[in-house]
């Protein structure tokens, strides 16, 4: 069925930016309620993505909403350099005790998490009076100027407009892939390895004096949905505790409940000295936040940090409710409910033996899941004996044809990273039928993705 609003559709196509890119092209999104969306043409869709990671208690929340409204009769935009607004700090109050360690007491709240990095980049350099920022490979932070450099899970950020922030250093993350290490590696030979290359880093090409901050995603998030071993979390802690370098967790995906915890971080016992938050948090108002410890932010000059919108009376409106509703205690119990049902699928399919060849890897924490497949070697990779030469029946770009078929069945979903991941980002409290739903389309697009490639 045709778009109903073809006028206004094409005039999207024609004079949005080419450089914004989209899964449906073809329709308009007209309403969206818990974990589906419809579109003018009558599709309804599962929803998998929730706005890659936003809308984390469905589309529309009623709770949140609503607040929302309420707020939108009494402050709009109560701008954060004039005055304090009641959202305001009732989020600080609602988020105190949600926080992964106590000594995160200072906050402040911005609109994107791009925007969000850019302020921790800031304030590491502001309180060590360093200038070095070291980056996790695979690791994704923004597109905007100072998140685009400490961004490596793909080229497509930065293509183009180097030279970008100077300052910044790569160093490896242990995720078996990119490191061209066996899948069976162990988390704690994984980090023991990175941990080493990050000690070379540190003593060739940044000296730990001159070295604001480490950044890290817990999970990285669109470098493939893995997760940081605990061992290579708490390496950091000590390196950086040792040279007064600042921690900075990156939990703009991850965070609010999406691993199984409020926090991802929670689980290695690790203390960030900055935590940067987004996505989750408003549940689709934009809304962002930095929070760090009180004897830190004090060395920031009154009106170093700001912006016209940061920390809208709205957004902090519905992140009240958001905070609330994930205090509640349903929340946490469904996600980890629901994750063990969606990985319980996924094994299933790995073990099969008409689709596993063609699947390297399962994995995921809580509601944040990643399905990685194979991939045909390259010559470059095969010349430089990283990988054998892949089975010639493995075919290329099997994520994006697997993603393209389940949207054709009425799923949302999501391809990630430089390498064949196809990543499950539901709402967390999505109900089993709707989970049960979303695996079996998964599943009969996997079987008909390399029934083709076979053919």
């Not at 049902?341 to 899941?369: C, F, H, S, T, W």
Request: aromatic share 6%; proline share 6%.
């Amino acid at each position: 069925m045709p778009s109903t609003n073809a006028a206004l559709l094409s005039l999207g196509q024609k004079h949005t930016t080419h450089g914004l890119g989209r899964v449906i092209d073809d329709a308009i999104i007209e309403n969206a309620s818990g974990s589906y969306m419809t579109f003018d043409d009558g599709r309804t869709m599962l929803d998998f993505t929730c706005g890659i990671g936003v809308t984390s208690l469905g589309h529309c929340h009623p709770q949140i909403s609503q607040a929302a409204a309420d707020q939108c009769m009494s402050v709009v935009h109560g701008q954060c350099s004039i005055a304090f607004h009641t959202p305001y700090v009732r989020l600080i109050e609602e988020l105190l005790p949600m926080m992964p360690d106590p000594s995160l007491d200072s906050f402040f709240f911005w609109n994107s998490g791009s925007e969000a990095i850019e302020a921790a980049l800031k304030i590491a350099r502001i309180t060590t009076g360093r200038q070095n920022i070291v980056c996790m490979q695979s690791g994704y932070h923004g597109r905007t100027f100072g998140a685009m450099a400490v961004t490596r899970s793909k080229t497509i950020y930065s293509a183009g407009v180097h030279p970008i922030m100077p300052g910044v250093f790569q160093t490896p993350y242990p995720y078996f892939h990119p490191l061209g290490l066996p899948k069976e590696t162990s988390p704690a030979e994984l980090s023991e390895f990175c941990l080493k290359q990050l000690g070379l880093v540190l003593t060739s090409q940044t000296a730990p004096a001159d070295t604001a901050a480490i950044i890290i995603e817990p999970i990285l998030g669109e470098g493939g949905y893995v997760s940081t071993p605990v061992e290579f979390l708490q390496g950091l802690r000590r390196i950086c505790d040792a040279f007064g370098i600042m921690l900075i967790i990156d939990e703009v995906q991850s965070g609010f409940s999406r691993s199984g915890d409020y926090f991802a971080i929670e689980q290695s016992g690790v203390r960030p000295d900055i935590l940067v938050i987004a996505k989750g948090l408003a549940n689709g108002f934009p809304l962002s936040g930095v929070i760090s410890r009180k004897e830190l932010t004090d060395k920031l000059p009154p009106g170093s940090m700001g912006g016209t919108y940061a920390g809208n009376a709205i957004s902090c409106a519905a992140a009240v409710e958001v905070a609330k509703i994930m205090k509640g205690g349903d929340i946490l119990p469904n996600v980890r409910a629901r994750s063990k049902q969606a990985l319980d699928a996924l094994n299933a399919l790995a073990a099969d033996p008409e689709v596993g060849k063609y699947i390297l890897d399962v994995r995921g924490r809580g509601l944040m899941i990643g399905l990685e497949f194979k991939a045909p070697a390259g010559p470059a990779e095969i010349k430089s004996g990283l990988v054998s030469q892949a089975p010639s029946d493995i075919p290329a770009g099997l994520a994006a044809r697997v993603m393209k078929r389940c949207v054709k069945k009425g799923l949302l979903i999501l391809t990630t990273s430089a390498f064949e991941v196809l990543r499950l980002i539901p709402p967390l409290n999505i109900t089993e039928e709707d989970m049960k739903k979303g695996c079996d389309i998964i599943a009969e697009s996997i079987r008909e993705a390399v029934k083709e490639s076979a053919n």
